[in-house]
């Protein structure tokens, strides 16, 4: 029997969660609180539906007309990295079936069963979240070395990567944050885009809803003069 994995939700197409079109799995559980997360639906471990690894192939390959050359299929959540088994046998299936991988995720696990799961995966959208040790322990519960140990590794794999920040007013908004960018990306010649992202609270009722607190509830979203600023400080 194949295995069984947790599902948050299924995304049947999508383009903003790696190249192309794409559906995207929102895998359930996060070890991580970050101030800014936009799903909260997603952390719990004990939520989510359960899904065998052939059931999800099925759903993953009906679609597959539509990937094109570009797009395929992203691993996304929560923290795809909670249940490897998992993945590294549907990546299995993926890859025979010519399916183009991608996986977002905060890079808090490294270990031999993580390192088997990367060499399934074509991409990965590294969300880098903040500059700095202390920003990362007090909004996201981890360590900003946790992440660029995991950016060293897929740069010694040769992973292609794309550098994931969230924008965040009053966090992230600023020159300093865009230098560390920019130098990680001179180090690391995996990385082959940076993606800046507005933070926005859309997710404020989500919150709601589930009873807890939105911390940032009253954090605008950056002008669209800001991120153009920002943007134009990529190197
Ligand atoms: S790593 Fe992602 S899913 Fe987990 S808490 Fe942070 S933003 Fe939310």
Same mark, same amino acid.
């Given at each position: 029997?194949?295995?069984?994995?947790?599902?948050?939700?299924?995304?049947?197409?999508?383009?903003?969660?790696?190249?192309?079109?794409?559906?995207?799995?929102?895998?359930?559980?996060?070890?991580?609180?970050?101030?800014?997360?936009?799903?909260?639906?997603?952390?719990?471990?004990?939520?989510?539906?359960?899904?065998?690894?052939?059931?999800?192939?099925?759903?993953?390959?009906?679609?597959?007309?539509?990937?094109?050359?570009?797009?395929?299929?992203?691993?996304?959540?929560?923290?795809?990295?909670?249940?490897?088994?998992?993945?590294?046998?549907?990546?299995?299936?993926?890859?025979?079936?010519?399916?183009?991988?991608?996986?977002?995720? $905060?890079?808090?696990?490294?270990?031999?069963? /993580? *390192? %088997?799961?990367?060499? #399934?995966?074509?991409?990965? =959208?590294?969300?880098? +979240?903040?500059?700095?040790?202390?920003?990362?322990?007090?909004?996201?519960?981890?360590?900003?070395?946790?992440?660029?140990?995991?950016?060293?590794?897929?740069?010694?794999?040769?992973?292609?990567?794309?550098?994931?920040?969230?924008?965040?007013?009053?966090?992230?908004?600023?020159?300093?944050?865009?230098?560390?960018?920019? $130098?990680?990306?001179?180090?690391?010649?995996? /990385? *082959? %885009?940076?993606?800046? #992202?507005?933070?926005?609270? =859309?997710?404020?009722? +989500?919150?709601?809803?589930?009873?807890?607190?939105?911390?940032?509830?009253?954090?605008?979203?950056?002008?669209?003069?800001?991120?153009?600023?920002?943007?134009?400080?990529?190197?």
């Amino acid at each position: 029997m194949s295995k069984i994995g947790k599902i948050s939700s299924f995304q049947s197409l999508g383009t903003v969660d790696g190249p192309g079109i794409r559906s995207v799995v929102f895998m359930q559980g996060c070890p991580l609180r970050c101030i800014c997360c936009h799903n909260p639906e997603t952390l719990g471990f004990d939520g989510g539906e359960a899904i065998s690894v052939n059931e999800l192939f099925k759903k993953i390959i009906r679609f597959k007309v539509y990937y094109g050359k570009t797009g395929g299929v992203t691993f996304s959540g929560g923290e795809p990295l909670m249940q490897p088994d998992f993945l590294i046998e549907i990546c299995k299936k993926l890859k025979a079936a010519g399916i183009h991988i991608a996986l977002d995720t $905060s890079g808090c696990i490294l270990n031999d069963k /993580i *390192k %088997k799961l990367l060499s #399934l995966i074509d991409l990965v =959208l590294l969300d880098v +979240k903040y500059y700095d040790n202390e920003s990362y322990k007090k909004n996201a519960g981890m360590s900003l070395d946790k992440a660029i140990e995991f950016l060293s590794y897929l740069n010694e794999q040769n992973i292609d990567t794309y550098i994931r920040r969230v924008i965040i007013p009053g966090f992230t908004d600023n020159e300093m944050s865009i230098e560390h960018i920019n $130098s990680l990306k001179e180090k690391y010649p995996c /990385i *082959k %885009k940076v993606e800046l #992202l507005p933070f926005h609270n =859309l997710c404020i009722e +989500k919150y709601e809803n589930m009873g807890l607190e939105f911390k940032l509830k009253d954090t605008p979203t950056p002008t669209s003069e800001k991120m153009e600023y920002l943007n134009s400080l990529l190197k």
